[in-house]
């Protein structure tokens, strides 16, 4: 087998379960939002609101905890197998601060639903509903923490299995919760909160059990009988997350603010929007999960110091997340007539969706490209200069063209939402530009490796 086929098949072996995770995941979503639909207008809008507030924040938690992912694999791949422990426990602790963050921001939020102009028959609904998501916050982070480390070890099926799981307990913790079940209380969209802090509980222990006893983690085990707790390295940690962390948010709050200023433009072009945005977020789902994987690929060569297995690591990667691209952006050209009719029967909102798509289909490369450079980049554990980059690609240049192009006349006539795609677009390109260019800078360094 060449070099080639075996980096590859070491990549499949990784992402896909990683791929199966995140679809599992983000159907907890569509399953809270489909079951609190059916019991009236304010639940759905209560837990839809509430989203936008806890989804970022568990995004955020999740790309400072994706430090912890680069950093292990550096040291597997060297063999230094002593670090392993002391270091996984310096995630834990990372992931008891950020928990606790979370959990007092979700409870703090009724005064900021006030100063959103959160419509006031859905506003306690949405309160009640953050604080008892609030709950689940310290255990999302611990789930978080063990994910990075048990992907460090190339072992991501628990991370599939234990997700299929948390989807399979959160449908009927839903069911109970939400419509008063078995002795309890009818709870509506507020027992969609509580449901998810159970479930985001249950995957967190379900994987700690997992760790401590299953034989692949021999050698490099996480356990907690002698505790360490490294000021330095928690800190370099944390210094290594947070551009991550930020960089996700970036781009998630991109989409937000560009929903907003679409939404002066009527309930059909925001609905057109919402479809094509909501499919293409499904489809980045893939090119994530193999930067995911790539991150670790990458740390492991590194660790080994071995030149010749990080640019088989890099290149096969590329050409992955290169066909990946090119496919989707085939499939939604050749079917964004169709997926429309999966969301909705109003012909004007699948007519705008479909033509939403076509700007989707152009971003698809450039989307690939640029995720798979930041998954790099991570395993080279730099992540200061990818948040500038990225700030400077979605902020500096992808919201303010798609402003002008679509709401205003300063370059031609207003073009609406398809302006804010033109705008995606040229982010998006810009962002795997500058980010190809700092991984090619990069791989010309000389490999030098931290000491922890």
């Not at 896909?16 to 939002?33: E, K, S």
Request: glycine letters at 10%.
């Amino acid at each position: 087998m060449t070099s080639s086929r075996r980096e590859l098949k070491a990549l499949l072996a990784l992402a896909l379960p990683i791929l199966g995770g995140q679809l599992a995941q983000t159907a907890n979503g569509f399953v809270d939002t489909v079951m609190a639909g059916r019991v009236s207008a304010n639940d759905l809008a209560a837990v839809a609101v509430g989203a936008s507030v806890w989804v970022p924040l568990y995004l955020f938690m999740t790309g400072v905890l994706m430090s912890v992912t680069p950093i292990l694999s550096r040291h597997l791949g060297g063999e230094r197998l002593e670090r392993i422990n002391p270091l996984a426990q310096q995630a834990l602790w990372l992931s008891l601060g950020l928990g606790m963050l979370g959990f007092l921001v979700l409870r703090s939020m009724g005064p900021v639903l006030v100063v959103m102009e959160v419509d006031t028959a859905i506003r306690p609904l949405v309160d009640d509903y953050l604080k008892a998501l609030s709950w689940g916050m310290p255990g999302a982070a611990l789930w978080l923490a063990l994910r990075s480390y048990t992907e460090a070890m190339s072992h991501t099926r628990p991370v599939l299995w234990i997700s299929v799981i948390g989807l399979a307990v959160n449908i009927p913790c839903n069911y109970v919760l939400i419509y008063g079940k078995l002795g309890f209380p009818e709870m509506g969209g507020v027992g969609c909160g509580w449901a998810t802090s159970l479930v985001l509980w249950l995957m967190a222990l379900l994987m700690a059990g997992y760790v401590a006893v299953h034989r692949v983690y021999q050698g490099a085990r996480l356990q907690l009988r002698e505790r360490h707790l490294e000021w330095r390295n928690l800190f370099y940690m944390l210094r290594l997350g947070l551009p991550v962390g930020l960089s996700i948010f970036f781009e998630v709050s991109i989409f937000s603010v560009i929903a907003l200023l679409i939404s002066r433009l009527g309930a059909e072009t925001v609905a057109g929007h919402q479809i094509a945005l909501n499919f293409t977020a499904l489809i980045f789902m893939v090119p994530l999960s193999f930067a995911l994987a790539t991150t670790v690929r990458v740390g492991r060569a590194r660790g080994r110091e071995d030149q010749a297995a990080l640019r088989e690591a890099i290149g096969t990667s590329m050409r992955v997340s290169l066909g990946i691209g090119l496919f989707a952006s085939i499939a939604l050209l050749l079917g964004r007539h169709h997926i429309p009719l999966i969301y909705t029967d109003n012909s004007g909102v699948q007519t705008l969706a479909a033509y939403l798509l076509i700007f989707a289909a152009l971003y698809q490369v450039s989307d690939a490209i640029q995720v798979w450079a930041s998954g790099c980049l991570r395993g080279f554990e730099d992540t200061a200069w990818p948040m500038v980059l990225t700030l400077l690609s979605y902020w500096g240049l992808g919201l303010p063209l798609g402003y002008v192009l679509g709401l205003t006349d300063l370059l031609v006539p207003a073009m609406g939402p398809a302006g804010f795609w033109i705008g995606l677009v040229a982010g998006l390109s810009g962002a795997a530009l500058l980010l190809g260019v700092r991984l090619i800078w990069r791989m010309r360094q000389p490999l030098s490796v931290r000491a922890l």
